[in-house]
């Protein structure tokens, strides 16, 4: 028995050094020393300082900058959990958001839904609408829309909340990618936010329109993928190009 289980524990051991140990050393150091930048994350230094990843999305709210696709991975874009929704283009969920309780016995958004991002979406780009009832009822003591109470009235049984953009939304800008982590938005959604990041930054729509020209990746090796804008490359530009001033 013990000379059958020999060649086994041989063999078991040197696999393990070939394909444990000795292949994945290969590769690492062939990696960081043929794309370096590839390997260590596609990492992006503004100044010194590590700002994030263009492979990996990040949040960004300010007017000033433009908004990534939503993310349903984790709480936004958390590389740890990446995931989409797994809900159907049906799904209640989906199209209307749900609240919950959380654990200050106070009711938040749970899932924020397809129709409350389309109200913010036409909100902060000054898109056109039509609102069954005004949302100013929706609104808090110092003007910010109150997301759960939208999200209720959409979800009321016997008179939901109807909202309606006049003007066509790119999906990427309601709906999250599969992973959730995508850098990207598409050269219409980036075209949409442009007057508002101008106005932000106190610059003429053109020349945002032309920073967006040239932050536009084209398909990969002319037939893979879709042409698309790296938000975080592309808000970098626009801060080295037309800063903020500080207040």
Known sequence: MLNELGPGFRLMVVFTILTGL????????????????????????????????SLIGQNFSKPEYFHPRPSSAGSGYDATQ??????????????????????????????????LRIIHYCLENDIPYESSVPLDQFKTANGALDDVKLIKA???????????????????????????????????NAQIQAGRVAKARNVSKDQVTQAIAKATETADLGILGEPRVNVLLLNIALDQQFPVAKQ
């Not at 043929?34 to 990843?53: C, E």
């Not at 958001?97 to 958004?109: A, P, R």
């Open 22 to 53: 000795l292949y994945p050393a290969l590769t690492t150091g062939l990696s960081h020393l043929l794309f370096p930048n590839q390997a260590n994350g596609s990492m992006v230094t503004v100044n010194g300082k590590v700002v994030g990843s």
């Open 82 to 115: 990446s995931s989409g929704t797994n809900l159907g283009p049906t799904s209640a969920k989906l199209l209307r958001g749900t609240t919950k309780i959380d654990h200050k016995k106070n009711e938040v958004v749970d899932f924020d839904g397809i129709n």
């Open 154 to 188: 959409f979800n009321d049984d016997k008179a939901p909340l109807e909202f309606r953009a006049k003007e066509p939304i790119p999906s990427d800008a309601l709906t999250s990618s599969a992973s959730g982590l995508d850098p990207h938005i598409s050269p219409a």
